[in-house]
């Protein structure tokens, strides 16, 4: 990665220094460390922490090192989980009681979101400086629809064992969730802690409007991949004998599922459930209809 000399004029030494530390750790690939040191210099108070942060960075090392820079910090992971994920406690990692209670924390597949990160597997905005905050979002918007794109062409597997079957398609959901909780967490935040100057209010919206958008087909999917889990659960009650763990496992997780099927609004009260992605959603859909009206 070419970058341009650090001009003398205007750069402190203290912020030379700094900004040629991050930009060695950038070009040897290495993303942690780029965190790290942005952040304890941001912690330092060498760099601008408002608005400006951008434009000074862009004037001060070049665009596509600043450009580069962004990217990093928008997918440096959360520093709590793993993916996005922890253990549940509440049932210690089973999923359920005695084989025949689900465990409904985590809805019987014994993890669930981090609280820290929202679930997105993500460092938390709050490690962001606030000047940076709105392109972050904006690549992580772009990446979540990436990602999307290709969960959605992933065909559901169709494994002989119905167990296998059942852990492939809780590992799609997992995955397919936590797409879903970034453009949730973009669209919550966005909206409403993300300080900008009222010019770019505009754009705030535009990445908020895409987040929901993209969300769409995923809300729809995650229903499917519970009701082929669902399927698969009760392929295993055919295949165990009638009264063994497993059978009894299968049986409530049969139960737990389909009441989770016919919540309405859909998951209510679970980890699946997205409200602000949901409430964006109607209020997009309310926008639409005034202005067909007008």
């Known amino acids: 990665m070419k970058t341009k000399n650090l001009p003398s004029d205007g750069v402190a030494a203290e912020q030379k ?33 408002d608005r400006r942060t951008l434009e000074w960075l862009a004037r001060t090392i070049g665009r596509r090192p600043t450009a580069r820079l962004v990217s990093v910090l928008a997918a440096s992971p959360c520093f709590n989980c793993e ?29 669930l979101p981090c609280d820290f990160c929202g679930g997105t597997g993500l460092a938390s905005i709050d490690f962001m400086p606030l000047g940076l905050r709105l392109a972050v979002f904006a690549i992580r918007v772009k990446n979540a629809e990436k990602q999307f794109e290709r969960l959605l062409q992933v ?3 169709s494994a002989q064992c119905a167990v296998r079957a059942f852990n492939r398609r809780t590992d799609f959901l997992f995955a397919l969730n936590r797409q879903i909780s970034v453009l949730e967490t973009t669209v919550g935040v966005v909206r409403n802690f993300v300080k900008v100057p009222h010019s770019l209010k505009g754009r705030v919206t535009r990445i908020a409007n895409e987040a929901v958008r993209i969300s769409l087909r995923g809300e729809n999917k995650l229903a499917s991949t519970v009701e082929a889990m669902l399927g698969a659960c009760r392929a295993c009650t055919e295949s165990n004998e009638k009264g063994s763990k497993a059978y009894k496992l299968a049986v409530a ?21 997205h409200p602000f992605l949901s409430e964006a959603a109607k209020k997009q859909l309310q926008k639409k209809k005034l202005s067909a009206r007008e």
């Open 17 to 49: 220094q700094a900004l040629e530390l991050i930009l060695g750790a950038l070009r040897k690939g290495d993303p942690d460390k780029v965190l790290r040191l942005f952040l304890r210099e941001q912690a330092q108070n060498l760099f601008p922490d």
């Open 83 to 111: 993916y996005g994920l922890v253990g549940c406690d509440n049932c210690e990692d089973a999923g359920h009681f005695d084989d025949e209670f689900i465990c409904e924390s985590c809805l019987g597949l014994g993890r």
């Open 155 to 157: 065909p559901m597997p």
């Open 253 to 273: 997780r049969m139960k737990y599922f389909g009441s989770l099927l016919q919540m309405h609004p859909r998951f209510k009260g679970t980890y699946l459930e």
